[in-house]
Nanobody, 120 residues
Framework: QVTVVESGGGLAQPGGSLRLSCTVP????????VSWHGQPVGKERELVAI????????SYADPVKGRFTISRDNDKNTWYLQMNSLKPDDTAAYFC?????????????WGKGIQVTVSS
């Protein structure tokens, strides 16, 4: 059984920073694309950022470009989302996801979600 462990999040003021972490120790991590997805209350979950397994190519949603950075540490089976210059609109539950780059069907794992609240 694969367990995804998330940490980080919480309350930040506008303009502040937070870092989210996610670990999935039971898989061959280098074969997985990993990502973060945000879901504000009452809205659908959407991709925020992704880092591919090959070449560590990254991609970001337009609202977070230049403010958020996704990274991965293959030695620790861990990926991160550094969130800077936070805005109230960033308030959401953030879910981490690991998907096998070739066979994602049964090899996709989600975290349970971390709440991020940006408020003064």
């Amino acid at each position: 059984q694969v367990t995804v462990v998330e940490s980080g999040g919480g309350l930040a003021q506008p303009g502040g920073s937070l870092r989210l972490s996610c670990t999935v120790p039971q898989v061959t991590f280098t074969l997985y694309d990993v990502s973060w997805h945000g879901q504000p209350v009452g809205k659908e979950r959407e991709l925020v950022a992704i880092v591919r397994s090959v070449g560590r190519e990254t991609s970001y949603a337009d609202p977070v470009k230049g403010r958020f950075t996704i990274s991965r540490d293959n030695d620790k089976n861990t990926w991160y989302l550094q969130m800077n210059s936070l805005k109230p609109d960033d308030t959401a539950a953030y879910f981490c996801k690991a998907a096998h780059r070739t066979w994602p069907g049964k090899n996709t794992y989600w975290g349970k979600g971390i709440q991020v609240t940006v408020s003064s």
